[in-house]
């Protein structure tokens, strides 16, 4: 999991809201198990691979930890490890008050971050959200009457500013993040405080929505888990209370994205499913087929993702700029070569893999590092797996640069995990030349 799993953890969340060092938590464990009658007691360093994913704990010490933490053993035996833990969030209904305290609780957020690494929500509460949103119609919007009426000339300007900053996104991502975040901010201030009448009420939600949606990438591309799940769920609400399903439906996707990528495909073809009962737009279709071949390759169903891909394809030729939502406007060619390469990857296709991928680098706007750092370092796994070192090394050195450029943990987070992957050929002058580069 890295140097800094720890904080990615739920477990060490619980702990450190508790003010527990890991020896505190042990001395816990020890007088629990004690009270029980049971000789084994957990030391600090069981404790220490619990929290880096090095292990989880069996039966009778997730018994032992619900002891300390106040947890009832029904919670623990239907919500399974690491779910019970008190460090997930419940879902806000799709109502306006519900909506209300998604905004509220990320206005807040962004004065006071929540640095929570792991998802907030549960994957049967991921599900749910998935699922209610596919189910229940919006409240009829009512503008907040506290403050001033909205200029009209202000909300066009946030517009356009909504689609310029979706853009840099992709292309400048450190560098805007106070630019999105204050975004944001306005267009939820405005909501909760502002004078304005249904339409204009429904283009704020619109603005704050795709602002959530952009930091929520942002917080993604860092490995700030909680924080990202947070800003799509507000995304997903403000989206859903203005009635933009189209836009709703990308929230979505984003959320089973972030699923594959946390190794939960299940719930992510789980999502998925859902959001394609309400949105018709081809691009919007085809970015929806693509994550569930993604997710579908992982879990090893080869037939259902090649179904998936070749639909993807499909509702891409379909696509035409004037009915494209703008959520979507970055879906090219590029992107379905390139995760479909993924896909050929994760179901141990090295050959078909090398071929999609290398259409998808050709395609790529050169702009977009973040994602061509990430082409590379699948790449390189790709020709280690076909026995090509040479060739592997190359991209992967490649993929190191580009990455560290970024400055994006998931990329670095990547490429370093790509890394691990040449240790058995060190003795490889090609090995031994790239690990010298990246300092190992």
């Known amino acids: 999991m890295g140097a800094d799993g720890a904080q990615r953890h739920p477990l060490t969340y619980v702990r450190e809201q508790r003010g527990w060092s890991m020896e505190g938590l042990t001395r816990l464990l020890a007088l629990a198990a004690r009270r029980r009658g049971m000789l084994k007691q957990p030391g600090r360093d069981r404790v220490y691979k619990w929290e880096h994913g090095l292990a989880?704990?069996?039966?009778?010490?997730?018994?032992?930890?619900?002891?300390?933490?106040?947890?009832?053993?029904?919670?623990?035996?239907?919500?399974?490890?690491?779910?019970?833990?008190?460090?997930?969030?419940?879902?806000?209904?799709?109502?306006?008050?519900?909506?209300?305290?998604?905004?509220?609780?990320?206005?807040?957020?962004?004065?006071?971050?929540?640095?929570?690494?792991?998802?907030?929500?549960?994957?049967?509460?991921?599900?749910?959200?998935?699922?209610?949103?596919?189910?229940?119609?919006?409240?009829?919007?009512?503008?907040?009457?506290?403050?001033?009426?909205?200029?009209?000339?202000?909300?066009?300007?946030?517009?356009?500013?909504?689609?310029?900053?979706?853009?840099?996104?992709?292309?400048?991502?450190?560098?805007?993040?106070?630019?999105?975040?204050?975004?944001?901010?306005?267009?939820?201030?405005?909501?909760?405080?502002?004078?304005?009448?249904?339409?204009?009420?429904?283009?704020?939600?619109?603005?704050?929505?795709?602002?959530?949606?952009c930091a929520g990438w942002l917080h993604f591309d860092q490995g700030e888990h909680g924080a990202c799940q947070r800003h799509w769920r507000t995304a997903l609400h403000a989206a859903h209370t203005a009635d933009d399903r189209d836009q709703g439906a990308g929230v979505l996707s984003d959320l089973a994205y972030a699923a594959t990528w946390l190794n939960e495909p299940g719930i992510a073809v789980e999502i998925l499913e859902h959001a394609a009962t309400r949105t018709h737009a081809p691009a919007a279709r085809s970015l929806l087929d693509l994550r569930r071949g993604r997710a579908l390759a992982v879990i090893g169903d080869q037939h259902a993702t090649g179904r998936a891909l070749v639909s993807a394809e499909r509702h891409l030729d379909r696509a035409r700029s004037g009915s494209t939502p703008a959520w979507v406007s970055w879906m090219s060619p590029a992107d379905l070569a390139v995760d479909a390469g993924r896909c050929w990857l994760d179901l141990d296709r090295p050959q078909r893999a090398d071929v999609a991928l290398a259409e998808g680098l050709s395609l790529l706007d050169p702009a977009r590092e973040r994602t061509r750092s990430v082409v590379l370092a699948y790449r390189a796994e790709g020709a280690l797996a076909r026995r090509d070192v040479d060739a592997a090394a190359a991209d992967a050195r490649e993929a190191f640069d580009t990455a560290r450029a970024t400055q994006a943990t998931r990329c670095i987070g990547l490429v370093s995990t790509t890394l691990d992957g040449f240790s058995r050929h060190r003795a490889h002058p090609a090995v031994a030349s790239l690990y010298a580069h990246a300092g190992r």
Not at 98 to 118: I, K, M, Q, S
Not at 132 to 141: F, G, H, S, V
Request: aromatic share 6%; proline share 6%.
């Open 56 to 213: 989880s704990p069996g039966d009778d010490y997730q018994m032992l930890l619900a002891d300390v933490l106040g947890i009832s053993q029904d919670d623990v035996a239907g919500l399974g490890w690491p779910w019970w833990l008190p460090a997930f969030d419940a879902p806000h209904p799709f109502t306006a008050r519900g909506t209300h305290a998604a905004l509220t609780e990320v206005l807040v957020a962004l004065d006071h971050p929540d640095r929570r690494g792991f998802l907030v929500l549960t994957t049967g509460g991921l599900a749910g959200l998935a699922a209610d949103w596919a189910t229940i119609e919006p409240e009829r919007l009512t503008g907040a009457l506290a403050g001033r009426r909205v200029d009209k000339t202000l909300l066009a300007w946030l517009e356009t500013q909504t689609i310029e900053l979706r853009a840099l996104t992709n292309t400048s991502a450190p560098e805007c993040t106070t630019l999105v975040h204050a975004l944001l901010k306005t267009s939820i201030q405005l909501i909760r405080t502002g004078v304005y009448d249904e339409p204009t009420g429904r283009r704020l939600l619109q603005v704050a929505a795709s602002a959530a949606q």
